[in-house]
């Protein structure tokens, strides 16, 4: 089981940065791809970014490649996304999600990963 924890959330004005973390428990973390997710109010849980378990290969969803960069460090457990040129459609509750059985890319971007953070808010003014 893992337990995830995610940080790094706040108020940025438009074009700026943020950088959210998510601490995960559990000695297997390196064996969990992770993902990150968002929910706008009034709006459905959507895929953001997802990494494999090695880190070798990541996933992004079109409205944030090449603005938003996933990674991981696994020898201390955590997930990173790198926020940069944020906008105000980015606001959201964003979340931390981990999973061992991903397989293809429809899995990846799919919001049924077994593990779930608490989220963090990101507030983008314009």
């Known amino acids: 089981q893992v337990q995830l924890v995610e940080s790094g959330g706040g108020l940025v004005q438009a074009g700026g940065s943020l950088r959210l973390s998510c601490a995960a428990s559990g000695r297997t973390f390196s064996s969990y791809a992770m993902g990150w997710f968002r929910q706008a109010p009034g709006k459905e849980r959507e895929f953001v970014a997802a990494?494999?378990?090695?880190?070798?290969?990541?996933y992004y969803a079109d409205s944030v490649k090449g603005r938003f960069t996933i990674s991981r460090d696994n020898a201390k457990n955590m997930v990173y996304l790198q926020m940069n040129s944020l906008k105000p459609e980015d606001t959201a509750v964003y979340y931390c999600?981990?999973?061992?059985?991903?397989?293809?890319?429809?899995?990846?971007?799919?919001?049924?990963?077994?593990?779930w953070g608490q989220g963090t808010p990101v507030t983008v003014s314009s």
């Open positions: 999600a981990a999973d061992k059985r991903l397989y293809h890319y429809s899995d990846f971007v799919s919001p049924r990963y077994d593990y």
């Open positions: 990494i494999t378990w090695s880190g070798g290969s990541t």
